[in-house]
């Protein structure tokens, strides 16, 4: 058996399958790409080059920001990054992010960024 890694068009890993060939694994990903091993989809991503395909270890996101009273500011972070907290969510653009909470606490902000870089989670406090 060879192992596979199923992807998405922006470079995302879907996750790792085994299969004795590309056309079988296809059954579980649109596009696959062989493998040596498991690949973990947080710490990787496939990059697209002129000689096709290949895997690269994500980044890591540098992430500035303020929290004033009840309000925290997140600087410019790449286009379609996801922020959740609470149980909301958003998806940035080319701007800076506010985010103003109702309560004084401790929350947990988690970051999704692009598949070039690893998730982050900000513990912060505000109020």
Do not use: C, H
Not at 14 to 30: H, N, Q
């Amino acid at each position: 058996m060879k192992w596979f890694i199923g992807y998405t068009n922006n470079g995302e890993i879907l996750g790792t399958v085994t299969a004795s060939a590309p056309e079988i694994a296809r059954y579980m990903f649109e596009q696959v790409l062989e493998v040596e091993g498991p690949v973990p989809e947080e710490l990787f991503f496939v990059r697209f080059e002129d000689s096709g395909p290949i895997i690269v270890e994500k980044g890591i996101l540098e992430i500035t920001y303020q929290v004033s009273g009840l309000s925290l500011s997140i600087d410019p972070l790449p286009i379609g990054t996801v922020i959740e907290v609470g149980g909301y969510s958003l998806q940035t653009d080319s701007e800076p992010t506010q985010i103003d909470f109702d309560e004084p606490g401790e929350y947990s902000v988690e970051i999704n960024p692009p598949p070039e870089f690893k998730r982050v989670i900000l513990e912060v406090k505000v109020g």
